[in-house]
């Protein structure tokens, strides 16, 4: 069973690995692993892979294969998706929110999770329950790095990963804040490039995103 706190640790020890989590919607089995092995190349070794794809969980199990990469589940809801995220290779799991239920099926199956929070009252009950990491989504709809500032002031002890909106553009603004640790963001994999096979560009792309300075 793992404990709230220990999850934090290891989501916390993830985070800090690169400024940029790639959040990654795979149509295409195929294009799975030469996507993993640019963005791990170009210096972004935390993939989230999201559970809207009829192909995610075999796209999760082909990313794991990559030497180097750290693959998670996102988009987990129910402790189905728990389940099948661990068993296709998922080292952790993201979801858009928190529940009781999703948060009890991640500590039983020992997967560090990021759990989303909007509001300081969700930031709050996360925190009592023990999660001092968490994801702050979705980002941009929610008053972006202004708002996540302010969240951080009364609640110092919590660090996030902001997701939602976030862009090349954008990401300084958020990683300058104290309380951000990284950020997620898909610009990284953009569909044109996936379309093309276009990896040099991916991990061109990677670089640019490896080499934003976090606070």
Known sequence: MLSPKDASTR???LCRLAPVIPVLVIDDLSQARPLAEALVAGGLPVLEVTLRTPVALDAIAEMAKVE???VGAG???TPEDVRRAVEA???FGVSPGATDTILDACEAADLPLLPGAATSSEVMRLLERGYTVQKFF???ANGGAPALKAIGAPLPQVRFCPTGGVSLKNAPDYLGLSNTLCVGGS???PKDKLAAGDWA???ALARE????PVA
């Open 187 to 189: 610009w990284v994999a």
């Open 201 to 203: 560009g991916i991990e």
């Open 68 to 70: 180097g990469g750290r």
């Open 209 to 212: 995103a490896a080499a934003l």
């Open 138 to 140: 979705p980002a941009e």
């Open 89 to 91: 290779g998922a080292t």
């Open 75 to 77: 988009t987990l809801l």
């Open 11 to 13: 989501s916390e020890a």
